[in-house]
């Protein structure tokens, strides 16, 4: 789920609502959480430092005003692929539901690493997520998917194993 740079009418709104949480230029987790909180967000402090580090180009764990609007992009095309496969209008994916809307974005997993996936973010075990739920899901499978994609395409021999196996894998570590 690679969330291209696009320009937007919503830029100023993006950078106003970034001015109200930023710490000088920036923000820390706790800014870009209660950032989230205010959009009716609420993320773990899990999912919050992963989308950190999925988004920090400098790696110093703050967030600048511009990677604030690509991460901001990024959870709006989540939710996107979220409400076009919740056509019911449940606000809420069953696991066949969440494999359709990681399939919009070519994150085919197998189902025994998607069934993994599930359970985890699942934590209530209700057999279903909702939003908050799916969101930390996606970032997650995208975190490894940069990670698999980095050693990969680095010819790095540090990972000989496919895409579902690593998510398998750091499921388990979770």
């Known amino acids: 789920m690679v969330v291209e740079r696009e320009e937007?009418?919503?830029?100023?709104?993006?950078?106003r609502?970034?001015?109200?949480f930023a710490e000088g230029r920036t923000l820390s987790a706790s800014s870009l959480r209660s950032a989230l909180?205010?959009?009716?967000?609420?993320?773990?402090?899990?999912?919050v430092?992963?989308?950190?580090?999925?988004?920090?180009?400098?790696g110093d764990g703050w967030?600048?005003?511009?990677?604030?609007?690509t991460l901001y992009r990024f959870i709006e095309?989540?939710?996107?692929s979220f409400v076009q496969v919740d056509s019911r209008g449940e606000k809420k994916l069953q696991i066949h539901d969440v494999a359709l809307a990681l399939n919009q974005y070519s994150q085919i997993l197998a189902s025994e690493a998607l069934s993994m996936l599930f359970r985890v973010f699942d934590r209530t075990c209700k057999g279903y997520l909702i939003l908050p739920e799916y969101i930390e899901l996606a970032v997650f499978v995208t975190c490894a998917r940069h990670l698999y994609d980095s050693c990969t395409r680095e010819n790095k021999e540090c990972i000989k194993i496919d895409q579902n196996a690593l998510i398998q894998f750091a499921v388990k570590l979770r």
């Open 8 to 15: 937007s009418v919503h830029d100023e709104d993006l950078v």
């Open 77 to 80: 095309s989540v939710r996107k």
């Open 63 to 69: 967030i600048t005003e511009e990677e604030f609007c």
């Open 49 to 58: 430092n992963l989308l950190i580090k999925m988004m920090d180009g400098r």
């Open 37 to 47: 909180e205010a959009a009716g967000l609420l993320l773990t402090w899990q999912c």
């Open 17 to 20: 609502w970034f001015s109200t």
